[in-house]
């Protein structure tokens, strides 16, 4: 299997369809992998045709950077890595994060030493803090963008509205625009589609997806116990302590993803990652996190999978949400009479 590449949003650059996620990448934090083991991973993703790799300054206490950067140290014009800004560096200063401009310039050079690089590819807001004015948010993005310390911009987790506001007052003050959107998006986690997928298609944003895997749900890892036969304590456990994040609906859905996966002759995380990529009108990057090579291989063996059209209704079907006001309103038929005549059923709706 060998890994295609897309643009990333409005932009030139080029990057591999999976990116490498390296929140496991360290073991400060009692979960992630070791540094041979992030090697192998590494090594098993270039040699798929990776090139595009996710990182943060607080990921497993900066050891993430660290990692990276010697990685990729080697041939690092090959490579497209990204980093974040906006979480906390320090206890106790309330200027250590945020989105404001100290918070960006202190936490970029310290990026830059960890990553032992001159320049960041592509360098995301973390996450909304809804305080910072955007104006002070985008020029300082913009500043170190001139200076060659970034070459590209995106937004993680923050609202539709407000990503939109920034790159239209981007594109009307000649700074430099974002071109990618990363946010939670999965079988289970589709709240995304009422605002920010439409809004990252109307501005042509590459969408990285986080949490593809729905925390384990949607490789059935935590599957409902089979009341007609004995069930293992570790599964009934697994399931018990999951219950508030993993509803029934979500278990039925790792349920139906593992039964195409049988049938396919696929993993369940295979099918998952299938869907995610097969999303309609919108790029989407998926963000691969694992801990273990194996992992990691498994996930990027979903990159040759097409699932069928009857396969792809039935997971919508599963999973769908409802839009809410004003999507199912403007799109009622009693609606859609007035807005478009008694013309709109001969009429094609190529954004809806």
């Known amino acids: 299997m060998e890994l295609r590449y897309k643009f990333l949003g409005r932009s030139g650059l080029k990057v591999s369809e999976a990116c490498l996620g390296t929140m496991t990448f360290g073991e400060e934090w009692g979960f992630g992998a070791s540094k041979d083991e992030c090697a192998k991973m590494f090594n098993a993703f270039t040699e798929a045709g990776g090139n595009f790799i996710d990182t943060a300054n607080l990921y497993t206490n900066g050891t993430s950077e660290r990692i990276v950067g010697e990685l990729v ?18 206890s106790g200063d309330p200027n250590s994060a945020g989105n404001h401009r100290k918070s960006l310039v202190t936490a970029l050079e310290a990026s830059l030493r960890r990553l032992d690089t001159d320049y960041i590819d592509l360098y995301w807001v973390h996450a909304g803090d809804l305080c910072t004015p955007l104006d002070e ?27 939109a506001a920034a790159n239209t007052m981007a594109e009307l003050r000649g700074w430099s625009r974002c071109v990618a959107l990363q946010v939670h998006y999965s079988l289970t986690e589709r709240a995304v589609e009422r605002e920010l997928i439409p809004m990252a298609r109307a501005f042509d944003l590459a969408v990285t ?24 304590a570790e599964d009934s456990k697994r399931v018990t302590s ?12 790792g349920e139906l993803v593992a039964r195409i996966g049988c049938e396919l002759g696929r993993s369940a995380a295979q099918v998952a990652i299938a869907w995610l990529r097969q999303r309609p009108a919108v790029t989407v990057l998926p963000i691969l996190g694992a801990r273990t090579v194996g992992q990691l291989s498994d996930n990027l063996a979903a990159f040759d999978l097409v699932l069928s059209a009857e396969q792809l209704a039935a997971l919508d079907e599963a999973t769908k949400i409802e839009l809410g006001f004003p999507h199912d309103f403007v799109r009622a038929e009693s609606i859609k009479k007035h807005v478009f005549s008694d013309a709109w059923p001969r009429i094609d709706f190529p954004r809806w």
């Open 73 to 90: 140290k080697p041939e690092r014009d090959r490579f497209v890595v990204a980093t974040k800004y906006t979480l906390a560096q320090r």
């Open 242 to 253: 999951n219950a508030s994040r993993s509803t029934e609906r979500h278990l039925a859905a």
């Open 209 to 232: 997806p986080w949490g593809i895997l729905g925390g384990g749900v949607l490789t059935n890892k935590y599957r409902k116990p089979d009341p007609a036969g004995p069930v293992a």
């Open 137 to 163: 948010v985008m020029r300082g993005l913009d500043d170190v963008v001139r200076a060659g310390k970034v070459l590209y911009i995106g937004i993680s987790d923050m609202p539709a509205w407000q990503v």
